[in-house]
């Protein structure tokens, strides 16, 4: 693995997105290279600080976060995308469909 493949990566190995072999050929470059690993650290302190400033916003002490990420890794469930509604017809033409059957009645 390369310093450009394991940059690419980096966030799916941070998040434990990487399948085994991927993981394990990122973690030999990483072992190895010293360059990748300052990238990891900075990324792994970034990370740690945008949680607990996250926390320290929403007024939630820095231990609720493990508990929050429980609760995420914990939902199975698919996310449903709602089907798009058909486009609406422009007022205009409603307007006339229902007014001139009326004039129409009316004129008669």
Do not use: K
Request: with cysteine.
């Amino acid at each position: 693995m390369t310093c450009s493949t394991v940059e690419a990566q980096i966030h799916a190995y941070l998040d434990g997105e990487l399948a085994e072999p991927e993981r394990a050929a990122a973690e030999r470059h990483l072992a190895a290279c010293a360059a990748c690993r300052e990238r990891l650290a900075a990324l792994e302190g970034l990370g740690r600080l945008l949680r607990r400033e996250l926390l320290a916003a929403a007024g939630q002490p820095p231990s609720v976060w493990p508990a929050i990420e429980r609760r995420l890794g914990a939902v199975d469930a698919p996310v449903r995308v709602p089907a798009r509604r058909p486009a609406a017809r422009p007022v205009g033409r409603r307007l006339l469909r229902a007014v001139v059957p009326a004039a129409a009645a009316a004129a008669a």
